[in-house]
Nanobody
Framework: QVQLVESGGGLVQAGGSLSLSCAAS????????WNWYRQAPGKQRELVAT?????????????NYADSVKGRFAISRDKAKDMVSLQMNSLKDEDKAVYYC???????????????WGQGTQVTVVS
């Protein structure tokens, strides 16, 4: 089985920064992509950032961001540790949400790609 553990949420003033991390444990052998989603109260879960593996050809990872966070957030991953991070700068009130990491990967014993979620971490932005 694969488990994702998130860390790094908290309370920050508008304009400040926070960094979120998510670590995978278990029999992951081929990571396709890491995603960060967020869900604000009363709203649907929103895809914030994606980092897609360059694959076995060792091409560079590719990253994508929601328009609302472009230029402020940065997603990165540590391949050796099966971890992903989200650096959030210039935080705004509208960034307040529960943030979830999501892993799409091949797992020992399972066919194809599987989908895993972190437990969620609260990010609160105050003015």
């Amino acid at each position: 089985q694969v488990q994702l553990v998130e860390s790094g949420g908290g309370l920050v003033q508008a304009g400040g920064s926070l960094s979120l991390s998510c670590a995978a444990s278990g029999s992951v052998f081929a990571i396709k992509a890491w995603n960060w989603y967020r869900q604000a109260p009363g709203k649907q879960r929103e895809l914030v950032a994606t980092i897609t593996s360059g694959g076995i050809t060792n091409h560079a990872d590719s990253v994508n961001y929601a328009d609302s966070v472009k230029g402020r957030f940065a997603i990165s991953r540590d391949k050796a540790k099966d971890m992903v991070s989200l650096q959030m700068n210039s935080l705004k009130d509208e960034d307040k949400a529960v943030y979830y990491c999501n892993l799409v990967a091949g797992v020992v014993g399972l066919v194809g790609l599987s989908d895993y979620w972190g437990q969620g971490t609260q990010v609160t932005v105050v003015s």
